[in-house]
């Protein structure tokens, strides 16, 4: 039953994003719908980071402030490194560790 229950949720959710595919492609998205649609993934990102800067500790804002600074100069899998990195540092800092 447990199985049956976790393969119909991966196909529900493989279905509910392979449906928002086929439905693009019949539609031509332009201006607002378009940048707003473009933005949808930095706003995810945002929801999902956000509480983890706001409601944890010193170390965690402390490193999210650095993997920000560092993001406007280093690549993508820099960027992660940096993060990483600090918010162990800064938790060994601040004894959370």
Do not use: D
């Not at 393969?7 to 719908?33: D, E, P």
């Not at 920000?68 to 992660?80: E, S, T």
């Not at 938790?91 to 560790?97: K, N, P, Q």
């Amino acid at each position: 039953m447990v199985l049956a229950t976790i393969l119909g949720m991966g196909l529900v959710t493989y279905f509910t994003r392979v449906a928002g595919l086929v439905i693009v492609r019949f539609f031509t998205i332009q201006g607002r719908a378009r940048a707003a649609l473009e933005a949808v993934p930095a706003a995810v990102l945002m929801a999902v980071i956000a509480p983890t800067i706001l409601a944890t500790g010193p170390a965690e804002s402390l490193a999210a402030l650095i993997t920000l600074l560092v993001a406007f100069r280093l690549p993508l899998w820099a960027v992660v490194v940096v993060g990483v990195i600090s918010v162990v540092a800064l938790r060994s800092v601040f004894g959370l560790f």
